[in-house]
């Protein structure tokens, strides 16, 4: 006797009406929904059950014995209904989904299978995305470690007995108020950026050039 796949990853959404079920990728997650079949012994069931409320009356005995055996006989053969049902659904559901050799699970072409290597991508990433993913994995463990050197406070004076961060002169040096311009030297307590002679642009409060090393200002 085969073995049924999917029986790990798959719902049930059958009704009374027929037999349907819904596969999902063991990668992604992404579904596939089976085509409905419908069941033959539901709808004589409910077939049956309709003619036991419309037959009431003096024919309302018979007509519900046979709605009650109508029940029965769907409940007794429902089982193999449903399974013979179910190989069908995993029959296409292997049209769509890929079977990695490696590992054994079952995935979605679009998304989680390698086609160059024949596995899935847990097992055989593709080069390319993995490239692309480490280099921005890269980048921002970089940005971070680049923001955790650069002092972000050098005009902050964080020292002074109130606890209130001061803002220094960028040009002398002296603590400032909450005016637009230094008390001691006059200069604007908001630096401007400088260019050098050679063209390279200086942030505020640069002594010497990086590029040429000549004095700025």
């Avoid at 024919?59 to 769907?74: K, S």
């Avoid at 280099?135 to 050098?154: F, H, P």
């Avoid at 637009?180 to 409060?205: E, I, Y």
Wanted: proline share 5%.
């Amino acid at each position: 006797m085969s073995l049924i796949s999917f029986t790990s990853n798959y719902r049930d959404v059958s009704t009374d009406n027929g037999f349907q079920f819904e596969f999902y990728c063991d990668g992604c997650g992404n579904g596939h929904m089976s085509q409905f079949e419908p069941s033959k012994i539901g709808m004589a069931g409910g077939f049956l059950r309709a003619a036991g409320g419309l037959l009431g009356g003096a024919l309302g005995g018979t007509a519900g014995n046979m709605a009650g055996a109508g029940d029965t006989v769907r409940d007794t053969l429902r089982g193999k209904a449903r399974d013979e049902a179910l190989r069908t659904s995993v029959i296409e559901a292997k049209k769509v989904f890929k079977q990695c050799g490696r590992c054994g699970k079952w995935v979605c072409p679009e998304a989680c299978w390698n086609p160059k290597k024949n596995q899935c991508d847990t097992c055989a990433p593709d080069i390319d995305d993995e490239i692309a993913a480490a280099q921005a994995t890269a980048q921002k463990e970089q940005v971070w470690k680049a923001a955790r050197m650069t002092s972000l406070i050098d005009q902050i004076d964080i020292r002074n007995e109130g606890g209130v961060p001061t803002v220094t002169c960028p040009s002398c040096g002296a603590p400032g108020g909450s005016g637009k311009f230094c008390g001691s030297c006059g200069a604007a307590m908001v630096a401007k950026a400088v260019t050098c002679a050679c063209g390279a642009s200086l942030p505020p409060g640069t002594k010497f050039c990086p590029e040429c090393g000549k004095k700025a200002g």
